[in-house]
């Protein structure tokens, strides 16, 4: 405790005494210098936790900021995947379709059967199952110092 503070103390404890004389043995000058003590601190531990809260509300906000960084990065990722995806599986259909009319216009049974298995069996893959594990691996990649380049 610094000289100012217990100066303040023997001040108001000779206040109090020269109030009132009947205060004064209810309550031993050494209790009272001992409550102002705790008080102080109590005041002083207040200040040190606030600050050490305002640090880690601030590390909160910074941990969350990075996490909406990710969460943006990310989605980033999954939605260029899944255009660039749905666009080729689209041309892909559209060649297979293109090649069923032809078989069925031609009359070629062969060529049917290979058209509607191949669009069976793109009907069949999950672009988003396969965009879920392209967007790990990017997402892997993106915070990889070793990773120099990223194709998609």
């Known amino acids: 405790m610094n000289k100012d503070t217990l100066k303040v103390i023997g001040t108001m404890l000779d206040r109090a005494r020269r109030v009132g004389r009947t205060a004064a043995p209810l309550i031993p000058s050494g209790a009272a210098v001992e409550a102002f003590q705790l ?10 936790i606030k600050e050490q809260e305002k640090t880690n509300r601030a590390a909160i906000r910074a941990q969350k900021e990075v996490q909406l960084t990710r969460l943006r990065e990310q989605a980033a990722i999954i939605r260029e995947y899944l255009e660039l995806s749905f666009a080729e599986r689209k041309h ?23 058209a509607l298995t191949g669009i069976i069996e793109l009907a069949r893959q999950s672009p988003l199952r396969d965009a879920i594990a392209a967007a790990r691996a990017a997402t892997d990649a993106v915070y990889d110092p070793n990773v120099k380049g990223i194709e998609l």
């Open 39 to 48: 008080l102080i601190q109590a005041q002083q531990d207040y200040r040190k």
């Open 92 to 114: 892909t259909l559209e060649q297979l379709f293109r090649t069923l009319d032809e078989a069925i216009a031609a009359d070629k049974p062969e060529a049917m059967q290979l």
